[in-house]
């Protein structure tokens, strides 16, 4: 019998003891962890390859954090077949022996909990806060998903006739290649890699190259908590290299990603070839980018509202696919709120996120430093520059939070994803403006509706298309099982990570009638 669900709590870093639990933790990582080698792992092997990834501090970019061995395409393969070997036995585990592993998996982690947020500091320069949410939401997977298993072990209901008695239960579907991204390296890494596991599947993990430490310790974590070898493949390498062989394999079933559009419908694609000697369609689940919103009522809360866009737009630099980069305020309260979000903005330090102080670290490296000024530049054109619009990537990949006002609904920064710490105030006269201007990209992941108006609140839940809607909040920090997460229209296949579906994408449905 397991306890209820409840979502992992959050350390209150205003408390002395939990600043010194962490420093502590800062240190041991920064002295222990750091500079190692990790081999690849196919079938329970070790394998270390001359050609390796190496993962810097964004923060300190000549700092190394550590490397990974990196796989050919013929390793890549090798990872596939022991996958599809290993499925012959683990498919037919009790679904509560692979539940206990991630309780397992979970209790071993919150017991170095400081440890691994310190990493995440270190790998992907996030702030303490930051890092400690991720790492609480990677314990809310495994715990999440292992009751969500022994919930569904049994099926479901359906009806039966006289004479006859029928199951529906849910059988898992075979090799499955987990891609996750960089930015929430433990949690969304954790996540897309369990779900299927716990489900009855094999799995094959790529980790983003920007990231690999993190899942090369997460990797080992698993083997420690009972996964059998064959069953956590741990293939790291470059997506463009070895992406498309792991993505195409004729004995791969389902492709678990999350990262950009670009890659994300590229996969979706070529998922769509049967490749010769394959015998089964591949189930794509591809949580992608997102381009989100924050609508200001005529009679919203400005303090509410510069507090929450504050917040969605520059938490962990707005390197967050949930990040709300688009604010669109109406015209009685913008003057206000622009004002006040600009205040709390330079009030904010920006730095080193090893400090406790610092609010907003690095962007992860010096490809995203010159996309995002890039996309500084352009706003300088399309928008009027009210805060920030600077950067520094002498000693690490720094950005000032950037914030333009006036800026037009179909402008590029409106539109495109940028990924790092740029806002764009958009004026409207009406609340129907605001929802047209919210619906108006290519994307449906989040958003938020700051109003007082219930008819106001109605209407937007029908007409506001995202995935994850908010009102009277930030549109960032879903928890796991309570605010299940995933998008529409280009931001993915609305796959809902953490919510009550999510595993049984990972399963077939079986119908069984015995008549007696
Ligand atoms: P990318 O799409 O660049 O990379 C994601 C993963 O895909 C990485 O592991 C990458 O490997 C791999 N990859 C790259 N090319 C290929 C290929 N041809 N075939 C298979 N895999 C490949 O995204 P980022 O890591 O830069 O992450 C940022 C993006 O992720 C943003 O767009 C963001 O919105 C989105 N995201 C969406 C979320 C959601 O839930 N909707 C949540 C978090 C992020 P490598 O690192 O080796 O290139």
Same mark, same amino acid.
């Given at each position: ?7 992992? *709590? ?15 933790? /800062? ?47 013929? &390793? ?59 790492? @609480? ?34 059988? *898992? ?62 293939? *790291?390498?470059? %997506? ?86 688009? @604010? ?60 920030? %619009? ?38 409207? @006269?009406?609340?129907?403006? @605001? &929802? ?8 449906? /992941? ?53 919510? *009550? ?16």
């Amino acid at each position: 019998m397991t306890t209820l669900y409840r979502h992992e *709590p959050f350390t209150d870093f205003s408390q002395k003891e939990n600043q010194e639990a962490f420093k502590k933790a /800062l240190k041991t990582v920064n002295k222990e962890w750091l500079g190692k080698e990790y081999p690849l792992i196919i079938n329970g092997e070790r394998i270390t390859t001359d050609a390796k990834i190496v993962s810097y501090n964004p923060a300190k970019k000549d700092e190394v954090i550590g490397s990974v061995s990196k796989a050919t395409k013929e &390793l890549a393969e090798k990872a596939i077949e022991a996958a599809a070997t290993a499925f012959e036995t683990w498919r037919y585990t009790k679904a509560e022996e692979r539940a206990n592993i991630l309780f397992r998996a979970a209790a071993s982690i919150r017991r170095k909990k400081h440890e691994f947020s310190a990493l995440l500091v270190k790998e992907a320069g996030k702030p303490w806060k930051e890092a400690d949410a991720d790492t @609480a939401e990677a314990i809310d997977f495994l715990e999440y998903y292992a009751r969500q298993m022994i919930e569904l072990s049994n099926g479901k209901p359906i009806n039966s006739r006289e004479g006859e008695y029928n199951q529906y239960i849910y059988t *898992p579907t075979g090799v499955t290649v987990s891609i996750p991204p960089w930015n929430f390296l433990f949690a969304i890494m954790a996540g897309i890699t369990v779900a299927p596991l716990v489900s009855g599947n094999t799995v094959v993990l790529k980790p983003a190259s920007a990231t690999p430490i993190i899942a090369a310790r997460f990797v080992e974590v698993l083997e420690e908590a009972g996964v059998p070898k064959g069953v956590i493949n741990f293939v *790291p390498g470059s %997506g463009s290299e070895v992406g498309d062989t792991l993505v195409d394999h004729p004995k791969t079933s389902i492709i678990t990603f999350t990262g950009s559009r670009e890659v994300g419908t590229r996969i979706f694609e070529r998922a769509a070839v049967v490749q010769p000697g394959q015998q089964h369609l591949k189930q794509v689940i591809a949580e992608m980018g997102g381009k989100d919103t924050i609508i200001v009522d005529k009679d919203g809360d400005v303090e509410l509202a510069a507090q929450s866009i504050f917040t969605s737009a520059f938490g962990f630099a707005g390197q967050k696919c949930s990040a709300g980069s688009r @604010a669109v305020v109406h015209a009685d309260v913008y003057d206000a709120v622009v004002e006040r979000v600009v205040e709390i903005t330079e009030e904010q330090i920006t730095g080193n996120p090893e400090s406790h102080s610092t609010y907003m670290g690095p962007v992860i490296d010096a490809a995203s430093y010159e996309k995002i000024m890039g996309y500084i530049e352009i706003g300088k054109e399309e928008g009027r520059l009210v805060s920030g %619009g600077t950067g520094d990537d002498s000693k690490g990949f720094f950005i000032q939070p950037t914030i333009f006002a006036d800026v037009d609904a179909e402008a590029k920064i409106m539109q495109e994803e940028i990924f790092g710490p740029v806002l764009a105030f958009s004026k409207v @006269a009406s609340f129907d403006e @605001a &929802l047209q201007v919210a619906n108006n990209t290519e994307y449906g /992941l989040t958003g938020a509706v700051i109003t007082n108006n219930r008819a106001h609140i109605e209407r937007a839940k029908q007409e506001f298309h995202v995935g994850n809607l908010y009102f009277n909040r930030n549109c960032t920090g879903a928890i796991v099982g309570y605010h299940p997460f995933g998008g529409f229209k280009m931001s993915g296949t609305d796959s809902k990570a953490g919510g *009550p579906d999510y595993l049984t994408l990972h399963m077939n449905a079986k119908t069984v009638s015995e008549t007696y």
